[in-house]
């Protein structure tokens, strides 16, 4: 049994680690980690439980901090406390319908204010949420609360999301323009999850009677998949448990695990010449240089950039030494140079745009699918199995070609309302000059 006895932290409990902390737990444990492979007089069975009793960090903690580290090359960054870690009220069907309503008005020359999104939620999507929780969400979308050239204030979106969108979708135009034989074919992909108790929350009903449910939403299976215009791509799902029971499913993903299915089964199931379009989440946009200079030690920085036969003065500071890293670290998307390799490109979304990738839509089909099909005698296995019925049965080539077409419907929108936008502001600008 192991004897060391634990330190007293002078943390205050539930306090998050800063940066420097982490560094240094992991700096611990690489030493007692060395001691246990080399077979030191100290016994070290378990180096992780014994750089908990030195730090007085949990072993958990220690366990995720030297996993990003060494998948990663720096330490997890510290999320706000607090329930951040949920789902967002706001699903991703509804940013679309918003952003629609903010335009529309923004057309008839009307502002856009927090209460008017607010009442929309009501009515369409039946969600009642605080006005500031609507605000923070707008925010996230790329709003902004700005007066206008002559209606004092509303909403407005940042020029820098317009202009990602509108970079989007010209490079899917210049494709589509092209020979069918220089064309490249769109896949869609994205990852979703799926409780064990998702069901349907309305039913007739009378008022003597009450459905007995099972509390709680229950387990999750994770899954990803891809999704082409005749189809579903075959050989590209994937599917797992979730181990976690707090947050939403990108948490249950990392880099490793995207970078395998990526590379062993989404690669080898598609056609040549592929536009891969995705979403960019954090494991998703993972560099080749996967660090982060503000988390380096100023002989880190300095060994960094002697290793790669870069110039640097014994004279600079941290600064200097972290601006000249980041300079000329390979900031490229792993998965980008890999589709490269297999003749494929990688096209990102824009920020805060579901509404434009079709395999949303998907994942609204076959969900319904098995919220119909669920009982209280439904394990968590059949759920997984209503999950890929539902995927073999309903996600028909017909079905995705609809689909397709109706988020072609969206993206042209977009092109016309930005354009209009545009020239709007160009006509306004003399004005608020003068």
């Known amino acids: 049994m192991d004897e060391t006895p634990r330190v007293e932290s002078p943390r205050k409990r539930g306090r998050p680690l800063t940066d420097e902390e982490k560094w240094m737990v992991y700096h611990v444990f690489t030493a007692l980690a060395e001691k246990h492979v080399a077979g030191s007089l100290e016994q070290i069975d378990d180096p992780y439980q014994v750089t908990s009793q030195y730090t007085g960090v949990g072993r958990s903690t220690v366990a995720t901090i030297v996993k990003a580290v060494r998948e990663e090359g720096r330490v997890p960054q510290t999320r706000t406390p607090g329930n951040r870690l949920q789902a967002c009220a706001i699903a991703g069907p509804a940013e679309g319908r918003i952003r629609d309503f903010i335009f529309s008005r923004h057309r008839q020359g009307m502002i856009c204010s927090t209460p008017q999104i607010d009442a929309l939620l009501r009515e369409e999507f039946a969600l009642s949420l605080h006005e500031r929780t609507i605000q923070r969400h707008l925010k996230r979308m790329g709003f902004f609360w700005g007066r206008t050239p002559s209606h004092g204030r509303a909403l407005q979106e940042d020029a820098a999301i317009r202009q990602q969108r509108h970079d989007y979708l010209h490079v899917l135009r210049e494709n589509r323009q092209c020979p069918r034989t220089e064309r490249y074919t769109e896949v869609y992909l994205d990852e979703s999850f799926l409780h064990h108790h998702h069901r349907r929350q309305f039913s007739w009903l009378n008022e003597d009677e009450a459905i007995s449910r099972v509390s709680g939403k229950g387990r999750r299976w994770c899954f990803i998949h891809a999704l082409r215009q005749t189809g579903l791509v075959e050989g590209a799902f994937l599917i797992f448990a979730a181990k976690h029971g707090q947050g939403d499913y990108h948490r249950q993903f990392d880099a490793t695990r995207f970078l395998q299915w990526y590379t062993d089964q989404l690669l080898p199931a598609l056609p040549s010449r ?3 379009i995705l979403d960019r989440c954090s494991f998703h946009t993972v560099a080749r240089d996967a660090l982060n200079p503000s988390q380096m030690r100023k002989a880190e920085l300095q060994a960094w950039l002697t290793e790669r036969n870069l110039a640097w003065e014994s004279h600079w500071l941290c ?4 601006e000249e890293v980041d300079r000329h670290r390979d900031k490229e998307p792993l998965i980008q140079g890999i589709a490269r390799e297999h003749g494929h490109q990688v096209l990102f979304l824009p920020v805060h745009h579901p509404e434009l990738n079709p395999i949303e839509f998907v994942w609204a089909v076959v969900k319904d699918q098995c919220a119909q099909e669920y009982s209280n005698t439904t394990s968590f ?7 890929e019925q539902g995927f073999a049965t309903l996600i028909t080539p017909e079905y995705c070609t609809q689909v ?8 042209e929108t977009y092109w016309e309302t930005d354009l209009l936008l545009d020239e709007e502001g160009a006509e306004q600008a003399p004005a608020e000059e003068c």
Do not use: G, N, P, S
């Open 381 to 387: 296995q059949d759920q997984r199995t209503h999950l």
């Open 274 to 276: 592929c536009f891969i």
């Open 319 to 322: 600064t200097r030494l972290r």
């Open 404 to 411: 397709y077409a109706h988020v072609r419907a969206i993206e």
